[in-house]
Nanobody, 116 residues
Framework: VQLVESGGGLVQPGGSLTLSCATS????????IGWYRQAPGKQRELVAR???????YYADSVRGRSTISRDNTKNTVYLQMGSLKPEDTAVYYC???????????WGQGTQVTVSS
C-alpha cells in the first residue's frame, strides 16, 4: 500500500495550492480519504475528508477556502487550498481509512510553508 502526497511547497500569504494524494494497493472506492496536518509543536489535526460516497467534511479553519475531491478513476484525492495564511504552515498528510473497520494507512507527508 502506498499513499504519495505531492504539491506542497512555499507559498505567499493569500496564495493557493493543490495537494494530491495518489494511492495504490487499496480498493480506493472503499476508503474514506482525509488530509491531516501537523505544525511544529502541535498535534496532528484533521483538515478535510472525503468519504467513499463523495460527502465532504472540512475543519472550521479551512472551510470556505478549501475543496477536497476524489477521482476514483485515478485513485487520487486532491485538496485545493486558497487564501493561505501563515498558520496553514504544516506538514500535510494523506490518510486512507477503510469504511468497514479501523484499518488505515498514512502517507509520508508534504511540507506546506506559507510565508512572504
Amino acid at each position: 500500500v502506498q499513499l504519495v502526497e505531492s504539491g506542497g511547497g512555499l507559498v505567499q500569504p493569500g496564495g493557493s495550492l493543490t495537494l494530491s494524494c495518489a494511492t495504490s494497493g487499496i480498493t480506493f472506492s472503499r476508503y474514506n480519504i482525509g488530509w491531516y496536518r501537523q505544525a511544529p509543536g502541535k498535534q496532528r489535526e484533521l483538515v478535510a475528508r472525503v468519504f467513499s460516497g463523495g460527502i465532504t467534511y472540512y475543519a472550521d479553519s479551512v472551510r470556505g477556502r478549501s475543496t477536497i475531491s476524489r477521482d476514483n478513476t485515478k485513485n487520487t484525492v486532491y485538496l485545493q487550498m486558497g487564501s493561505l495564511k501563515p498558520e496553514d504552515t504544516a506538514v500535510y498528510y494523506c490518510n486512507a481509512q477503510f469504511i468497514s473497520s479501523a484499518l488505515e494507512y498514512w502517507g509520508q507527508g508534504t511540507q506546506v510553508t506559507v510565508s512572504s
